[in-house]
């Protein structure tokens, strides 16, 4: 049950996700499938699967001598500017992609994740604990092994294109929210949530294409031994790493469609206040204007000497002020 309730957070809400994983220490673990269960080791062993967070420089050395990765690669994940590649090595291969978070401030963005297959053991390193990778702790992948490296790399890889098509249809689901504010709004602040969703769509498409270029090089790899049934794993990754680079491209161009058109919203409701203050002020400057007339200090004022004269002036002024106002609503200046 609490892996499901894990599950469903991760899945539906994100933000919280997020904002929980966020508040995790660095830490390493260790994991290695034992007669089809997934079971937590004290120290690493041959077919096991190290999961590293945010380590520390002691941790790094700690994995490096166990596994002989070369530190300077076990650091390359921790640089969030850090590009998508794969490098093959003699002792091990280097795999480095982006895959979907959000920062501090709830923007989404990318971050680098490190897959290393060693002679013996799997290592993963990443800036934060992500659902990509807490699925296979919690147990929740299918036909997950430890000790099968390649297809573990290659279904890390496929649970990362599908969060970004999770992703992308949160941030479509959230313009769309957003849409609904504009159509009343004369402010801002929804223009510029709008431009932070497309900044996130910006990432998620550079970061998607970085992410296809690797794709591409492990099908063409010899290097990564890849049995049947992975070589289709890997074709599915590719398709819905396309699939999301599509996604993406299409909502970047409805967003930035409709942050131009409600734009020109915000700038014609603002035109339509101002034409209707700017009228009320015109109707309201006739009362002012006459009263100023009688109030000038001559001697042959008209109505000056009328017993009546005060409330005649009022009735004229009104008078006059509601004709304006007639004239300037059949013009739909009101």
Known sequence: MRAAAHDFVAAFYPKAYNKVERQVKAMVSIYKTVEDDLVTLDKAEDGCWISATRPTGEELDMISEVTGIDRDDLRAPLDDEERSRVEIEDRYNMILVDIPSLDEKDR???IPLGIYMAREQIVTICLEESPILKAFENKRVREFYTFKKTRFVFQILYRNATSYLRYLRIIDRKSEKIEEKLHISQKNSELIELLELEKSLVYFTTSLRSNEVVLEKLLRTERVRKYPEDED????????????????NIYSGILSGT????????????????????????????????????????????????????????????VVSLVVAIIFRKKDLF
Do not use: H, R, W
């Open 108 to 110: 989404y963005v990318t």
């Open 233 to 248: 794993l890997l074709e599915d990754v590719i398709i819905e790493n396309k699939q999301a680079i599509e996604m993406a």
């Open 259 to 318: 942050m131009d058109a409600f734009a020109s919203v915000i700038s014609n409701n603002l035109n339509i206040v101002m034409k209707f203050l700017a009228t009320v002020t015109i109707v309201m400057s006739i009362p002012t204007m006459i009263a100023s007339f009688f109030g000038m200090n001559f001697v042959n004022i008209p109505l000056g000497d009328a017993p009546y004269g005060f409330f005649t002036v009022i009735i004229l002024t009104l």
